[in-house]
């Protein structure tokens, strides 16, 4: 999955931990849900984190929603869920990965 190296400007808030925003681990960094979108610091700024591409996350028998024991992540006009590690979003019949 590709991530674009987008820098959000006009970022003044510093984000870290007991910043207030919820945190999703994803590969070799952490995500900051801010605004219905995600940040991660890169280099003494925050680039958007956001994936390119449609990823299909096959095999996955377990439903979200609400009450479902996982991080619901509000996320620009859906709900993302942090399941084992990364992001899920319901789509059509499946989930996928963001």
Known sequence: MTTAHTEHAGHDHLHGDGCGHV???????????????????????????????????????HAHGDGCGHVAVPHGDHVDYVHDGHRHATHGDHYDEH
């Open 23 to 61: 945190t999703v681990p994803h590969g070799d960094h952490v995500d900051y849900v801010h605004n219905g979108h995600m940040h991660r610091a890169h280099d003494g700024h925050f680039d958007e984190c956001e994936p390119s591409g449609h990823h299909s996350h096959d095999g996955h028998d």
